[in-house]
């Protein structure tokens, strides 16, 4: 086995032309296991680690720290430890003669997101991946206030092997905001709709926080669309809930508000950049967020408690639950409410589990889907 | 993804979006609705360079042309405002705005004032400003500063279409004057806005790019060669941060002292002329509330004080490049 693997650059969200290399987790002549971090990347949105696809040591760091790469550059290379110096040489500087750094245009080229209509809403969403035989395809939700992004770690990866979509629930990212929606249900009456309308007859929902909660109302309202339960941090399993974390949230309006809050959903603060920040703030200031906001606040999670209870829909559905021990928003206790369920709680992580961690995510949400 | 789309258009689509939200916006100037070389079809051109094309089939009645006389519709848009309507009345050159001082720093901007609160003055003066059109001394002045310099009004100089459209939605539905200046290069420049609509709040600055060596502020069009000469220092292992203050007045003030605390080396890049200019205000403030931290002298990046000249090669010199930011940024960074 004399096979040359390269790492290169990650495409983190259709948006990203370049990253920086923070530091390399791993020396020249480490072992190196598929799915471990070999070097953390820095994109304009967020930072978080590349992962080996492959076995081997590691052989060369081409990209040094500090160094900002375009999408596809080569950052370092995976070999064999008997495969000769020389060959290595040789694929590195062929490589480096024939990339060719992708244009702002290409991006456009790329798996671009969609719209569908759903009644009144029209929903964005984005697919990624072929539709395989005999493999159901896989829907991800996010959660309060978050968007379709929030799975920029995960939507690739679990593509690999079926089709994945994923969506932007009414009164967040591109979908229709004004639609005067307050409960899982009715947020679930969507999402079918967004199934039939995309012609996904069955498929595995996974949804963190409140987008766990809609694939429960999802699963209780059709239960034979849903093929399994991936949920993380989820709502519906319990009645606590950080009230000052979804108060501060929908109040907030400028940048070192919104900072403190948004700090609470992960277990590393560092996470919160300025662009993120200013990313959330334009998303609340798009006419209509506020009151869609507000509205489904106050129907799902008025004085800090969650209204809607739904461990029943969970029955007789293959379930996995995935909980961030040190979680700020959700409390962890929750994940052992579904009794016959698969249970991980990841000591250290907070609510953005699916974010922070996304590699062991990915791998227990990959292995429990099949 | 998100969806592109010019300067230009960002302003038509923030004037449409309010005058289909708000049936007091009205929409008045020279050649707005008919406009220039127009062969007497309404809606022909929409101004000047077409920035209100369309809007006049789309809102009858609401897009009104006007005689050449600043003085006089200024006056109006200005009386429409204290009785009712929120009227964007369209200047085209920032230059005429001496015609009708009067009717802006003398009236409009002390009403609420003088009035003890009981009247408002929604009004929106839309202007284009800056040089680099061939335009010559009298079309290509940015007199931002003058506007800054007067309490009662407010100054938004937007330096791209995301900004440019978020902050003309802010200022139809602010209850006081705004100044709103739109750089005649930025015209055509493109970016990621928005369909639906949504407000940028004043006297919130942008932070364009994070760094921690110099802080540069940036206005208006100045900003994005402040991006280009960034961009150029990171090669040479220099992180700027880029301030663009999105409105002079209200200054956010705040974040430009809070960079200037954690680099310690500040330039500012202003189109003006120097003298009383915003280079001269930000700098004095930092000076003033930030010496301690400050490592090298303040750098201004302006024009210099001399009219705007109409020769394409002097043209070109006069305006700040990025090459000169470059330069002053070395200066604080090199400063011993």
């Known amino acids: ?370 | 993804m998100a969806r592109k789309i010019t300067y230009q258009q960002a302003i038509n689509e923030a004037l449409d979006q309010e005058m289909t939200r708000d049936p007091s916006v009205i929409v008045m100037g020279e050649d707005v609705a008919g406009g220039a070389g127009s062969p007497g079809e309404d809606d022909a051109w929409g101004g000047v360079l077409g920035v209100t094309k369309g809007l006049y089939a789309k809102h009858p009645g609401r897009v009104m042309d006007t005689p050449i006389s600043e003085s006089g519709y200024i006056g109006a848009a200005v009386g429409a405002a204290c009785n009712g309507l929120r009227p964007v009345a369209e200047l085209m050159f920032i230059d005429f705005m001496g015609v009708c001082f009067d009717q802006i720093f003398n009236q409009a901007a002390k009403f609420r004032y003088m009035f003890g609160g009981k009247a408002k003055t929604p009004v929106v003066i839309r202007a284009m400003y800056g040089a680099g059109f061939r335009a010559a001394a009298q079309h290509s002045q940015c007199l931002y500063n003058m506007f800054t310099h007067v309490p009662g009004l407010k100054v938004v100089v937007p330096s791209n279409p995301y900004d440019a459209k978020g902050l003309l939605i802010q200022s139809i539905r602010d209850n006081d004057p705004v100044i709103f200046l739109e750089h005649k290069a930025l015209y055509t420049m493109e970016g990621d806005v928005p369909a639906e609509s949504y407000i940028v709040p004043f006297g919130e600055a942008a932070v364009v790019q994070e760094g921690d060596d110099v802080t540069i502020v940036a206005i208006g069009r100045m900003v994005n060669y402040a991006k280009e000469a960034a961009a150029n220092l990171r090669k040479k292992g220099i992180q700027c941060e880029i301030i663009d203050p999105r409105t002079t007045s209200p200054l956010d003030t705040d974040t430009i002292l809070e960079s200037v605390e954690r680099t310690g080396r500040l330039v500012v890049v202003d189109e003006s002329s120097p003298r009383c200019s915003m280079a001269s205000d930000i700098s004095g403030f930092i000076a003033q509330e930030a010496f301690g931290a400050l490592k090298a002298p303040i750098q201004m990046v302006t024009a210099p004080h001399v009219p705007v000249p109409f020769a394409a090669s002097l043209e070109d010199l006069y305006i700040p490049s990025p090459a000169r930011i470059e330069e002053a940024v070395m200066k604080v960074k090199e400063y011993r």
């Open chain 1, 1 to 370: 086995m004399s096979a040359i693997f390269t790492v290169t650059m990650p495409k983190w969200g259709l948006s990203m032309q370049e990253g920086k290399v923070n530091l390399w987790l791993k020396e020249v002549g480490d072992k190196i296991e598929p799915g471990e971090e070999i070097l953390e990347v820095e994109s304009e949105k967020i930072s978080g680690a590349v992962e080996a696809a492959t076995t081997g040591v590691l052989r060369r760091q081409v990209a040094q720290a500090d160094e900002v790469l375009p999408v596809g550059a080569l950052l370092g290379v995976i070999a064999d430890k008997d495969v000769d110096d020389a060959l290595i040489d040789d694929l590195i500087a062929r490589f480096q003669a024939e990339f060719v750094p992708p244009s702002a245009d290409d991006a456009d080229s790329g798996p671009q997101t969609q719209t569908v209509k759903v009644g009144n809403v029209e929903v964005r969403y984005l697919k990624l991946g072929e539709d395989v035989a005999g493999k159901d395809p896989l829907l991800l939700i996010h959660g309060f206030g978050g968007d379709l992004n929030n799975w920029l770690f995960n939507h690739a990866p679990l593509s690999e092997s079926r089709a994945v979509y994923a969506l932007d629930l009414p009164g967040h990212g591109s979908t229709t905001k004004v639609t005067g929606i307050d409960s899982l249900d009715g947020l679930a009456e969507v999402v079918v709709g967004f199934m039939d309308a995309v012609g996904l007859e069955c498929a595995h929902l996974a949804g963190h926080s409140m987008g766990g909660g809609v694939s429960l109302a999802v699963a209780k309202r059709a239960p034979n669309k849903v093929k399994s339960l991936s949920l993380i941090a989820s709502a519906g399993l319990g009645s606590e809930i950080n009230g000052a974390y979804i108060d501060g949230f929908v109040s907030a309006a400028s940048r070192n508000a919104l900072k403190p809050v948004l700090a609470q959903l992960y277990s590393n603060e560092s996470l919160v950049t300025r662009s993120m920040i200013d990313d959330m703030l334009k998303f609340k200031r798009l006419e209509g967020v506020d009151s869609a906001l507000a509205t489904l606040a106050g129907g799902l999670f008025a004085g800090g408690r969650q209204s809607a209870q739904l461990v029943a829909a969970a029955a007789g559905k293959p379930t996995l639950v995935i909980w961030g021990e040190n979680d700020r928003v959700i409390p962890s206790s929750h994940a052992t409410a579904i009794p016959g369920a698969t249970v991980k709680v990841m000591p250290g992580q907070g609510h953005m589990v699916q974010l922070e961690a996304a590699g062991e995510v990915n791998k227990l949400i990959g292995e429990f889907i099949g």
